[in-house]
């Protein structure tokens, strides 16, 4: 089965240090709340959490389980946690990914242009994230608005 791409929720990838490690650039993913239908208990250790495009556009996950989903497009979280919310118990999972390979060495002037980007206001980040079928996956890009950072800094040399 050919890997799925997904777009996830990215914090903002500045975290006040220098966000850049030669040809990868940190960044951190929203964790995804989830809700286990009545009766059923989250399994225990490591879950693959089944994915698929919120009404947003945006991945959303629709079921958790301990072993990775043949018919679906799956992520194994790197840690799921509980946290009641009015009367109810929302799950939280998380994604083993934080960074994102750019390919081509920034420069100092591409970097300043990214920070630039990082810190203005009204900006949406996302991250595109390729899911493979053992439930492994990998960031393949990030946007800021909907245009992938290469095109950004294409754009302002």
Do not use: H
């Amino acid at each position: 089965r050919e890997p799925a791409v997904y777009r996830f929720a990215a914090e903002d990838p500045y975290d006040g240090g220098d966000p850049f490690r030669g040809r990868y650039l940190k960044l951190r993913l929203k964790t995804m709340p989830f809700s286990l239908p009545a009766g059923q208990a989250m399994p225990r250790g490591p879950v693959y959490a089944a994915i698929a495009a919120g009404k947003d556009g945006l991945a959303v996950a629709t079921a958790m389980s301990k072993e990775p989903f043949r018919d679906r497009d799956c992520v194994r979280t790197a840690a799921v946690w509980p946290q009641d919310s009015k009367g109810k118990t929302v799950w939280y999972a998380e994604l083993p990914v934080d960074s994102c390979y750019l390919g081509a060495r920034l420069t100092e002037q591409d970097k300043l242009r990214l920070r630039e980007l990082f810190r203005s206001g009204g900006r949406k980040c996302t991250a595109m994230v390729r899911l493979y079928a053992d439930g492994s996956c990998e960031v393949a890009a990030v946007e800021i608005n909907g245009k992938n950072i290469a095109e950004l800094l294409e754009g302002a040399r």
